[in-house]
């Protein structure tokens, strides 16, 4: 059995205040907070999980696959990113074992909704997920409040 791993990063400032931009994390609906922007949703944990399968299946990354510069993925969910690079990703014979996601940010507090994310993840992916959060300690970006990351790993198998 051939395996590879893949890891994934993701960074979105929070759109500016008031521009009713809706919150998009870890395939979820957010009310109540600012969103991030983005050339799509800007759902950092779906992209960064795009990025861990995409590199570990020798594909590239989110750019390289959905690029600014086309418009077909202009405004796209996470859920559809993760699920078309799903299918690439089988498309080159890999199968995926599992995603690993770790959101960095302030808010949203993730915690109180880690399962439903997972869940929401998994779905879209077809593979399992597992969603962690944390906080900078007020360093950096996420620290000052001015956006949020993501980390992923990703394992690949092929018979």
Known sequence: ?????????????FAPEGSGRPMRLACLD????????????ADVAAHAACDAIL????????GTQFGTDDPAWA??????LL?????????AGW??????VQVIGNRPRVGSRRAEAEQAMGAALGAPVSLSATTTDGL?????GEGVAAIA??????P
Do not use: K
């Open 1 to 13: 059995m051939d395996l590879r791993t893949g890891i994934g990063t993701d960074v979105h400032a």
């Open 30 to 41: 957010w009310p109540g907070e600012t969103g991030l922007a983005g050339h799509s949703d």
């Open 55 to 62: 590199s570990a299946a020798g594909l590239g990354d989110l």
């Open 75 to 80: 405004g796209a969910s996470g859920a559809a």
């Open 83 to 91: 699920g078309e690079s799903a299918r690439r990703v089988r498309g």
């Open 95 to 100: 199968e995926i074992g599992n995603v690993a």
């Open 140 to 144: 950096g970006l996420t620290g000052r």
């Open 153 to 158: 790993t990703a394992l690949l198998t092929r």
